[in-house]
């Protein structure tokens, strides 16, 4: 345990953010999660809606430097893909 008054600030402003990033992490997989069980039960119309849902919390997680960018941009993609292919067959 520190003694200089700073250290002890820090490590209360560290314990601060360690709990919001765990929450935003959390609520970004669920997100994520609720999007990968739809399309996995082929359930079009709820992967898309979670989809929706799903996409501003990853830009949230962007901006608040949970995730990086591209990483972003690679979770919707292969999402969006998935998704896409989804809504083929129903379509043909």
């Known amino acids: 345990m520190p003694i200089i008054t700073s250290s002890i600030k820090d490590l209360r402003r560290t314990a601060r ?18 999007v990968r069980v739809a399309v996995a039960e082929n359930q079009g119309q709820a992967a898309t809606q979670a989809m929706a849902d799903a996409t501003p919390i990853i830009d949230r997680a962007v901006s608040k430097r949970i995730l990086h960018k591209n990483a972003a941009a690679r979770q919707k993609s292969r999402l969006m893909r998935q998704l896409n292919r989804l809504a083929k067959p129903a379509a043909s």
Do not use: D, I, P, Q
């Open 17 to 34: 953010r360690t709990e919001s990033n765990r929450a935003a992490k959390g609520k970004l997989r669920s997100s994520l999660k609720r």
